[in-house]
């Protein structure tokens, strides 16, 4: 499997882990999701992330969904979040993770890290404890992580740790530190490949700023690939027209506390998996919030068909 690298670009999904109705994990829908999101066009996949309830795996559990999706996903790169309170629980999932074959490993900052000189040496340690051949996403997502980190300390970050090759953006606001991102790199930093999540809901923009793709788990893929490509072929127009019709989506998914409990409703309706359920602590959506999602997903069909 090829690793990642500063030159990645496209739509990296983020996978959902599927429970069967009773909480456990269901490895049959693993597969199924797996090929759900090639077939949707993914050109790769990132496991184990936030949204796909990793603290709520134990450590054998991570590591039957890393063998199993890494399996099933063939040649396609997959990327596996590895973050974790200590070092040595973060170095041996990655090390675990790569010797099965994924691309690179993803990891988020801890919270409780508040000064710049923080942020860098907390950097600095988990690349040195992985080793400088695993390639590292750095995931800047200060809505749950607590920690912001500016611009010249992600240049800083960048410059002093070269294994870290791939910013999965999720800061909001964020497109002005895209854009500087970008102008830095004019001025001679070294490349960074940029993949955008937040849902995708500034994913337009974020592609006009410069970003290389998209990295989150909306349950239509197909939109994500369709705005990326045609973005970055120049044709915005028509990637604006498809990314509205699906923003209907996009913007109800955004409510805090039930985003993934409806993405694993669109996931379970387009049959990528057998059951919505969240593992405990961890709620589904009320049968009002299903008869919305469920009119939006039928709205949208007709958009698209109107769209073709």
Known sequence: MPLISSESRGVFVISATPFTDNG????????????????KGADGL??????????????????????????????LPVI????????????????????????????APPTGLETNEQIIAYFKNAVEALGTDIPVVLQDFPLSTR?????????????????????????????????ALRAAEANGRRRISILCGNGGMFLPEEMGRGADGAMT?????????????????????????????????????????????????????????????LRKPGAGLSAEAVAEVDRLMARLDRRLAELS
């Open 147 to 179: 920690v912001h980190i500016s611009v010249a300390t992600l240049g800083t970050i960048i410059e002093t740790c070269p294994s870290i090759v791939m910013l999965k953006h999720e800061d909001w606001p964020g497109l002005e530190k895209v854009t």
């Open 217 to 277: 788990g909306f349950g239509y893929p197909e939109m994500m690939r369709d705005v990326v490509a045609l973005a970055a072929s120049g044709d915005m127009a028509r990637a604006q027209d498809i990314f509205d019709a699906y923003l209907p989506m996009v913007r109800y998914e955004q409510q805090p506390g039930i985003g993934l409990a409806m993405r694993k409703h669109v996931l379970h309706k387009r049959g990528a998996i057998g059951s919505p359920v």
């Open 80 to 107: 596996v979040g590895v973050s974790a309170p200590g070092l040595a629980a973060l170095s041996d999932l990655a090390a675990f993770s790569m010797d099965a074959g994924a691309a690179g490993v993803m990891i």
């Open 46 to 75: 990132t496991l184990l992330g936030m949204m796909g309830e990793a603290p709520k795996l134990s450590a054998e559990e991570s590591r039957q969904v890393v063998r199993t999706a890494i399996a099933r996903a063939n040649e």
């Open 24 to 39: 456990n994990l269901d490895l049959p829908s693993l597969e199924r999701v797996t090929d759900f999101y090639i077939e």
